[in-house]
């Protein structure tokens, strides 16, 4: 289904028993989607969603402590992102549930001659 992000919102807002999500886009921020009524989140899935950080992926699962799966496809430039087993900690510590984490990040890194994008899988 394609919505805008409004409509996204009010998807989420009526839907108190929302077990899964998979969102796809190029159009919205991490901040920008809606957590709002997450608590009954199990399966989440965000692929092609820019800005993601170490502090939003940490306010994003503090809002579904049963998940129990969680894949993100993300472009970030925040380097706490690199550290695999940190992120996989910061996952597991929220949502002690969680038995499948699927991260690809594409992490840019910023020099003062230019960026340098690098892909961790």
């Keep these: 289904m394609l919505c805008q992000i409004n409509e996204l919102s009010l998807l989420i807002s009526i839907s108190p028993k929302l077990e899964y ?3 796809s886009t190029r ?3 991490v901040e920008s989607i809606p957590f709002v009524s997450s608590l009954t989140l199990k399966y989440v899935r965000l692929a092609a969603i820019y800005g993601l950080t170490y502090d939003t992926l940490t306010l994003m699962l503090e809002k579904m402590p ?3 799966k969680l894949e993100l496809v993300s472009g970030c430039d925040d380097q706490r992102m690199v550290d695999r087993e940190k992120v ?4 597991r510590s929220l949502c002690p549930k969680l038995v499948s984490i699927k991260l690809k990040l594409e992490i840019i890194v910023h020099y003062e001659e230019g960026s ?3 892909q961790l899988q």
């Design 21 to 23: 999500l998979n969102v």
């Design 27 to 29: 159009a919205y921020t």
């Design 66 to 68: 049963d998940l129990l």
């Design 88 to 91: 996989k900690q910061l996952c």
């Design 116 to 118: 340098f994008l690098a």
